[in-house]
Structure formats: C-alpha cells, structure tokens
C-alpha cells in the first residue's frame, strides 16, 4: 500500500492540483472560495448556536467567540471525514475512463479525494489559527502536532473510502446509504454541543467512536493548548492502520470486476 502510493505521488499531486484548481474553475473569485465558504459557515453556525440557542461549551471563559472557535475547530476536523466518504462511493463510477480505457492506479482516486478536502481543512486551520491570535491573543505550541492528532482519521478515512469505492461500483444505493449515516455522525459526534451535555449513561456510545477523539484533540491542542490524550492516539491509530490496510486489500481484489459492472 504505502510502496504503491508512493510510486504515484507526482500522480496523486498533479490531480490534487488539478481538483482544486477545478473546484471553483470559471468562478469570478476563484480560490478565494476556499476562504469566504469556511468564513461563512463560521459566521452561520455561530449565530445560530452561541445566539439563538445560547450555547456555550463546558469550559473556558464561556464567551460567544470561544464557542465560535470551538465549534469551527470541531467542524473543520469532521468536514475531512466527512467530505471524502461522502464521495468515496462514486468515486469509480465518475472516474469510468480511468478503468476502460487505460492502465491506471485506482487506488490514488480515494488519496486525491483526501488530498483535496486536506488543502481546504489548511486553509480553515489558518483561519482558526489567525482567529485565535486576533480574538484571544493565543498562540499554542501544541497546534503543531496538528498532523499527528488527524492521522488515525486519515488512515481511517482511506481504509474506508477504498471499501467504500469498490462496493459503490457495485451497489449505486450504497452512496445514499452513506450520505444519511454522515449526518447522523456529524450530529452523533460532539461539535455543537460538550460531551458533558450529553446523558451520562449514553456517553459511552459517543467515546467509542474515533472521529470524537480526533475532534476533541484538535480542541485540545488548538483551542485549549493540552496535549492529546495518548492512550487514544495510540490506540487510534493502530486500529485505524488496519482498517486502511484491510480497505486497500479488499480495493486491490475486487478492482478487476469493475470494467464488467460500468
């Protein structure tokens, strides 16, 4: 897996390139987009949460910019997972030449996927980053194990894109199965609300999930300036490992049937 990507990362770098260049390709702003949309999901979800409904999270100073910040850091975390599996079932299908007509590596299609949501999760992170010294005066050494924090999340965003890939191809329902379990997710996992809001009898269910402690160890390290909790990096991590090696076996062994299906 990782000598195969390896091999095609000029491959992988002129697509990612190519894709979010693509993206907002005719548009009067272009790549500034890529700041004014996470700008505007910030002013939106903080007006209707620490506003309307008077949010505020379980610690800290309470204020209506903290929340803000809070939920953008939580949002910007579950918007890489939730972007690539979004797309991973159609990724074969709206790629249907690459598997006709001549030899190419599949297997990069869910990594430009990921590649693409990571360059807008930068740019938001930047904007978190700049919003945090402007509003707070802050600035966490902490914010640079950023990369160590998202990697179970990213090894677990590819192991299940590559799954989620080949059974798309075979089964189109499938990509509208996953738009629905998204959401659920999204509002599953604690971004607009602290987990200590939720019953504690049920919080088992939001702990066992790996997207929560990713989320929360982006807050832990951005917002708050504490280190992640390496018990679940770690073990994180392993699972997410295995996950990514058995979606990339189970990619490998079913790719020669797609030619007959599309």
Same mark, same amino acid.
């Given at each position: 897996?990782? $000598? ?11 697509? /990612? ?37 008077? $949010?505020? *999270?379980? +610690? ?8 803000? #910040?809070?939920?953008?850091?939580? =949002? ?37 996927? =990921?590649?693409?949501?990571? /360059?807008? $999760? $930068? ?20 914010? !640079? ?32 199965? /996953?738009?629905? !379990?998204?959401?659920?997710? +999204? ?10 809001? /939720?019953?504690?009898?049920?919080? *088992?269910?939001?702990? !066992? ?14 917002? *708050? ?6 018990? *679940? ?5 392993? #699972? ?9 076996v189970w990619f490998q062994r079913t790719r020669g049937g797609f030619a007959d299906v599309l």
């Amino acid at each position: 897996m990782v $000598a195969s990507l390896w091999q095609n990362h000029e491959l992988i770098k002129q697509f /990612v390139k190519r894709e979010v260049i693509g993206r907002y390709k005719g548009s009067y702003l272009g790549l500034l987009w890529s700041f004014l949309n996470p700008l505007f999901m910030l002013a939106v979800y903080s007006f209707v949460f620490s506003v309307v409904f008077e $949010a505020k *999270w379980g +610690m800290g100073t309470g204020s209506k910019i903290e929340f803000a #910040l809070v939920l953008f850091c939580g =949002l910007t975390t579950f918007n890489i997972f939730g972007e690539v599996i979004s797309r991973a079932p159609h990724l074969i299908i709206a790629n249907v030449n690459y598997v006709k007509k001549v030899v190419f590596p599949l297997e990069i299609l869910p990594v430009v996927a =990921l590649g693409s949501a990571l /360059v807008q $999760a $930068a740019i938001s992170l930047a904007l978190l980053v700049g919003a945090l010294v402007v509003f707070t005066g802050i600035f966490h050494w902490t914010m !640079i194990m950023f990369p160590l924090v998202l990697l179970p999340q990213l090894l677990l965003v590819l192991g299940a894109s590559w799954f989620l890939a080949s059974l798309g191809t075979f089964l189109r329902d499938i990509g509208h199965v /996953v738009a629905i !379990i998204v959401q659920v997710l +999204m509002f599953m996992t604690p971004i607009f609300y602290p987990l200590t809001a /939720v019953p504690e009898k049920l919080r *088992w269910l939001f702990e !066992i999930s790996p997207i929560y402690h990713v989320v929360d160890d982006m807050r832990r390290i951005f917002i *708050w300036g504490q280190l992640p909790s390496w018990s *679940w990096l770690i073990l994180n991590i392993l #699972l997410s490992s295995c996950i990514a090696m058995l979606g990339y076996v189970w990619f490998q062994r079913t790719r020669g049937g797609f030619a007959d299906v599309l």
